[in-house]
C-alpha cells in the first residue's frame, strides 16, 4: 500500500512557474513507477509526465513537453513536477500516481492522491 499526498499548488499567472510535490508512505518508493496526471474543470483526467523507477527514463504528453519536467528523490520518497511558462489551459487539479509496472506509456496506475489545485490566470 502506498499513500500520496501532493503539495504546492495555487494561483500563478501566466508565464510564471510552479513545483508540485508529491510525498509518498512507505520504504517501497523506488520499486514505483510514478506519474502526474491532470483534471481540468468539465474534462476528463488526463495523462501529463512519468517517471522510471530509478529516475533516468521520463515521458511526458505532448501538450506540457519542454515546459514542464517530472523528477524524484528516492531518498526522500518525493516525486517533483515542474512547471514552467505556464498557460491557462493548464489549470486544473494536479494528481501524483504509483504504479508497480516499468511501462511509462500506459496509465493504469493503482495508487493516487487527493490531488493538488493549480490556477492559471490570464
Known amino acids: 500500500q502506498v499513500q500520496l499526498v501532493e503539495s504546492g499548488g495555487g494561483l500563478v499567472q501566466a508565464g510564471g512557474s510552479l513545483r508540485l510535490s508529491c510525498v509518498a508512505s512507505g520504504r517501497t518508493f523506488s520499486s514505483y513507477t510514478m506519474g502526474w496526471f491532470r483534471q481540468a474543470p468539465g474534462k476528463e483526467r488526463a495523462f501529463v509526465a512519468a517517471i522510471s523507477r530509478g529516475g533516468s527514463s521520463t515521458y511526458y504528453a505532448d501538450s506540457v513537453k519542454d515546459r514542464f519536467t517530472i523528477s524524484r528523490d528516492n531518498a526522500k520518497n518525493t516525486v517533483y513536477l515542474q512547471m514552467n511558462s505556464l498557460k491557462p489551459e493548464d489549470t486544473a487539479v494536479y494528481y501524483c500516481?504509483?504504479?508497480?509496472?516499468?511501462?511509462?506509456?500506459?496509465?493504469?496506475?493503482?495508487?493516487w492522491g487527493q490531488g493538488t489545485r493549480v490556477t492559471v490566470s490570464s
Open positions: 500516481a504509483a504504479k508497480s509496472s516499468a511501462v511509462l506509456t500506459t496509465t493504469l496506475y493503482q495508487y
